[in-house]
């Protein structure tokens, strides 16, 4: 705050914003969110940004879409790193065993499992697309 970083501070007092009202929306404001349920809220916060910044590009606001560009890559330094391509397959493929996964009625269940493993370090948009393209090979 020193740094007079304006971005930064409005940016993560926003996050703060956000933590609490999930807080409160699960009556938890005692005992906290967990990891999983804060990661979750900086996930949902960073793609209202990136969807914010698609609808100002739209309508011709550029510099509107860069801040709201610039506060996604901010919130982004504070998720977990993301699984790798090959890492994700191989949970897919793991998932897809263990279930015993034969065609497209499965993928409910793999979809569960691959998330229970992968916990919060990949988006459910990706890995919805990787057990698509492993229940249907181009």
């Known amino acids: 705050m020193k740094q007079k970083d304006t971005l930064r501070v409005s940016t993560l007092r926003m996050l703060i914003s956000a933590i609490r009202n ?3 929306s699960l009556i938890k404001k005692d005992t906290g969110l967990s990891e999983e349920e804060t990661v979750q809220v900086i996930r949902t916060e960073v793609k209202q940004r990136k969807e914010a910044a698609a609808e100002f590009e739209k309508g011709g606001r550029e510099e509107l879409a860069e801040k709201e ?3 996604a890559v901010l919130l982004e330094a504070y ?3 993301e699984l790798s391509d ?3 397959q191989k949970a897919v493929k793991s998932a897809i065993r263990e ?3 034969s065609s497209e009625k ?5 979809m569960k499992l691959v998330m229970m493993s992968v916990q919060g ?3 459910g948009e990706r890995v919805m697309r990787a057990v698509k393209n ?3 090979p181009v």
């Not at 499965?106 to 793999?110: A, H, L, M, V």
């Open 79 to 81: 998720l977990p790193a």
């Open 106 to 110: 499965d993928f409910g269940k793999i």
């Open 69 to 71: 560009l610039s506060e």
């Open 86 to 88: 090959d890492e994700l």
């Open 99 to 101: 279930a015993n996964a």
């Open 134 to 136: 492993a229940l249907h």
């Open 22 to 24: 999930k807080e409160i």
């Open 121 to 123: 370090r990949v988006s």
